[in-house]
């Protein structure tokens, strides 16, 4: 590093800088090495990235990020929260510098990810989903480094969009930033708060870009802040080349869960037959797959009930859904009762999504 003259442009010193790595080596760097080597040069040598007029180009975006962290992070040390946190982001960043991408910036427990930026690449859009499925694989290892060290585990939601956007370097010469804006970055955010721990979820347009790349998984409709109508969002179970890889799977991957209080009108089932009588409760929380109730009495609740949408969530007064009851607990003179919706696909159930869907995108 002696040999280098600092004094010089950003571009220059980070070139030099890979001249002498290059030199000192004997061979030529490869290209992802390069790609590492260069954000890390523009960080070492310059806090400043290079000045890059903006311009309208083809890029992938990538966003990843913690499930229930904000949770998690109420109850726990500074200390704690930076064992946990420290690690994930280093490996994520390094994941995605493995397939040439750009940390465009951190979102306090999760980032933000270019493909096809600052480098023009073809093959954007496949290098961030192949990123996306390795980033899931690397988290089975962070939590087994967790285990060991009796941390707890942590779990990942991440989102991908492809399209246009405008990408270089904004603000004021004291603070110039090397970013991308546009309606392809804030339609990534949108899928990625969509996506549960552990999934991986493509828009529409990214997913039929990507041909026979990706064997999808689950497939949603919902409507979602900024569009008018509904939109698709595919799940990544596996990729196909250069080698198969799958997408691990989380056992409980929980759904994101909206506050409510709503009455709750509903008919216990016994032997496959609903009750006559209904009995109430109410509804605390409420998410696609499954919802809290506070039912009267400290006694056993039924195993199964069935219940008619309320008003509230749709206006079809005949939308009925059958739920299983998951585990309960004492709530003083009465119980706190979780429960999973059995009948999913029905109008009842898709009443409730889209309720969900309204509540998430009010806040």
Not at 177 to 191: C, H, L, M
């Amino acid at each position: 590093m002696g040999t280098l003259d600092l004094a010089g442009s950003s571009s220059g010193r980070v070139n030099a800088f890979l001249s002498e790595l290059t030199a000192s080596g004997g061979r030529p760097l490869s290209v992802t090495t390069q790609a590492r080597l260069l954000q890390l040069a523009c960080d070492l040598l310059d806090p400043l990235p290079p000045a890059t007029v903006p311009a309208t180009r083809e890029v992938a975006v990538l966003l990843i990020d913690l499930r229930d962290f904000s949770t998690f992070a109420a109850s726990r040390p500074a200390e704690e929260l930076l064992a946990v946190l420290t690690p994930f982001l280093t490996r994520m960043t390094e994941v995605v510098h493995d397939h040439g991408g750009f940390v465009d910036k951190f979102l306090g427990d999760g980032l933000l990810a270019l493909f096809g930026a600052p480098e023009a690449t073809e093959d954007h859009l496949a290098r961030a989903i192949a990123c996306a499925v390795d980033m899931q694989i690397a988290m089975v290892a962070l939590n087994a480094a967790h285990t060991a060290s009796r941390l707890p585990a942590i779990h990942a939601g991440i989102g991908i969009n492809s399209g246009e956007a405008v990408v270089g370097s904004f603000g004021p010469p004291a603070h110039r930033e090397y970013t991308a804006i546009g309606d392809t970055v804030n339609f990534a955010a949108r899928v990625e708060a969509f996506s549960l721990r552990g999934q991986v979820l493509l828009s529409e347009h990214s997913f039929r870009a990507a041909g026979d790349l990706v064997e999808p998984g689950r497939v949603r409709e919902l409507r979602v802040k900024g569009r008018d109508r509904p939109v698709r969002l595919y799940e990544v179970a596996a990729i196909t080349r250069p080698a198969r890889r799958e997408v691990p799977r989380i056992e409980s991957r929980r759904s994101p869960r909206v506050s409510v209080d709503l009455p709750l009108h509903y008919y216990p089932v016994l032997d496959t037959r609903p009750l006559s009588e209904a009995q109430r409760g109410h509804i605390l929380n409420l998410g696609y797959d499954g919802m809290l109730t506070r039912l009267p009495g400290a006694g056993p609740v039924p195993g199964e009930i069935r219940f008619t949408v309320t008003p509230e969530l749709a206006s079809n007064e005949h939308s009925e859904l059958v739920a299983r009851r998951l585990h309960q607990r004492p709530a003083g003179s009465a119980c706190d009762a979780a429960f999973a919706f059995l009948n999913t696909g029905t109008p009842g159930h898709e009443a409730v999504c889209r309720y969900v869907d309204r509540m998430l995108w009010r806040r």
